[in-house]
């Protein structure tokens, strides 16, 4: 069966880096668009960043641009989101999302807390 997980969340001091992977399985990776959304407390989610099937194109919220780093590994199905600099605002829930077409898919998420 779909499955994408998570990992790499946590807490982490303001100004701090962390690096996320999503581990996908259960279709074909390789055509899918990967995407990193987020999701704070008492607000909708947001995309972060989206990375094209081949890795060529990658496209990043205003928010986290220059800090944020997309990428992928499809030939072990993992999609990758480093975060530098990070801020307190930052702070949420992280999803991972696989698109093509009309099909999509979501992991489970990962927590991501900004603090001191």
């Known amino acids: 069966q779909v499955q994408l997980v998570e990992s790499g969340g946590g807490l982490v001091q303001p100004g701090g880096s962390l690096k996320l992977s999503c581990a996908a399985s259960?279709?074909?990776?390789?055509?899918?668009?990967m995407s990193w959304y987020r999701q704070a407390p008492g607000k909708e989610r947001e995309l972060v960043a989206r990375i094209s099937s081949t890795g060529g194109i990658r496209n990043y919220a205003d928010s986290v641009k220059g800090r944020f780093t997309i990428s992928r590994d499809n030939a072990n199905s993992l999609v990758y989101l480093q975060m530098n600099s990070l801020k307190p605002e930052d702070t949420a829930v992280y999803y991972c999302k696989s698109s093509w077409s009309a099909t999509e898919y979501w992991g489970q998420g990962t927590q991501v807390t900004v603090s001191s």
């Open positions: 259960g279709f074909p990776f390789s055509r899918y668009t």
